[in-house]
């Protein structure tokens, strides 16, 4: 049986369903277990009470547990739990200002510790930028064609969640992965400005990037994860300040996981498309 945190998340989703698809028995964990909906056969359960009972791998993602997984790493520990694959950080592979005690890459750097110490077999997934963030522009772009947010220019290298989906699956079902920590992103490193432009070009429509200081941004960015500590979203943001201009890394790790190439944010945009078109349009 294998755990997923943050089933109805980004990575969460996909994962389930690829997993349920195989016939791999899978527990959804969710706060919402009532009323959330997942494909059939798979069991459901709270996060108030997670059900370790015959779970022989966990997926960890610090959104599923509120940002706090001490609770359920040792229930894990104590229901000898074999496996644990870690949804941690690219970030935490930097070095610099934006990486010390509060840090989002402090944040996964103990996170990473922490599933080791718990579970003799692991995987840390250290994904760049989601595409999916993408989907935080739905409200204005229902709006309007302009999207506001800070850093034009920042850097990130977008990997589709279908991709972080399929290596997890990799890292459950097979050894390959086991004691590594690949670092993941899509295929191309793009500004904010230009996943606007090419979004804007898959929905036929004329978007533009907008730039909003960053304190106006933290001010978002907290009302949309009230379980990442200030401190440690500020630390984002500024990272992210630093990629303009800046060396950032595009890596091969998905096409050599998955021997295909990692999904571009055009393809993303044109899988998410509808999420950006009015209801009946
Ligand atoms: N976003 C990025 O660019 C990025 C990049 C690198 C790494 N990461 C890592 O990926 C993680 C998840 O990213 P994400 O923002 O896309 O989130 P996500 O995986 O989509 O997870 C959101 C899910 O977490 C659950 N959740 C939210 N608040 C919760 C709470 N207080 N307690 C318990 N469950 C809660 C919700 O599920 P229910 O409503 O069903 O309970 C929600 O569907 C980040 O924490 C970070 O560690 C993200």
């Known amino acids: 049986m294998i755990l997923v945190t ?4 980004t990575i969460g989703r996909p994962l389930v369903a690829r997993l349920s698809a195989r016939g791999v028995p899978v527990r959804a964990l969710t706060r919402t277990p009532a009323t959330a909906s997942f494909p059939d ?49 690219l970030v935490v592979t930097e070095d610099g200002e934006e990486t010390g005690e509060g840090s989002t890459a402090a944040l996964h750097r103990e996170l990473e510790a922490a599933v080791e110490a718990a579970a003799p077999e692991w995987t840390h997934l250290r994904p760049g930028g989601f595409a999916a963030n993408a989907l935080q522009w739905v409200p204005q772009l229902a709006a309007g064609d302009v999207v506001r947010g800070p850093h034009a220019l920042a850097r990130t290298s977008p990997v589709h969640e279908a991709d972080l989906a399929a290596v997890a699956v990799r890292a459950l079902l097979g050894d390959e992965l086991l004691g590594r920590t690949p670092r993941l992103t899509g295929p191309q490193v793009l500004t904010t ?18 730039e909003i200081s960053p304190e106006a941004a933290l001010r978002g960015m907290l009302a949309a994860n009230p379980w990442i500590p200030e401190q440690a979203l500020a630390s ?46």
């Open 41 to 89: 056969g798979v069991q459901v359960c709270g996060t108030a009470e997670p059900d370790l009972h015959q779970v022989d791998a966990l997926v960890l993602n610090l959104a599923g547990v509120g940002g706090d997984p001490s609770a359920l790493l040792d229930a894990a520990r104590a229901a000898g739990v074999r496996r644990i694959v870690t949804v941690s950080s």
């Open 193 to 210: 400005a230009e996943q606007v432009a090419i979004l804007g070009r898959v929905l036929g429509r004329p978007l533009r990037h907008e």
């Open 236 to 281: 984002m943001l500024r990272y992210l300040g630093s990629t303009v201009g800046g060396d950032v890394p595009a890596t091969d790790e998905v096409r050599r996981i998955l021997g295909r190439p990692a999904r571009t944010f055009a393809e993303w945009a044109a899988d998410h498309a509808d999420a950006f078109r009015p209801a009946g349009a």
């Open 6 to 9: 943050a089933a109805t998340g």
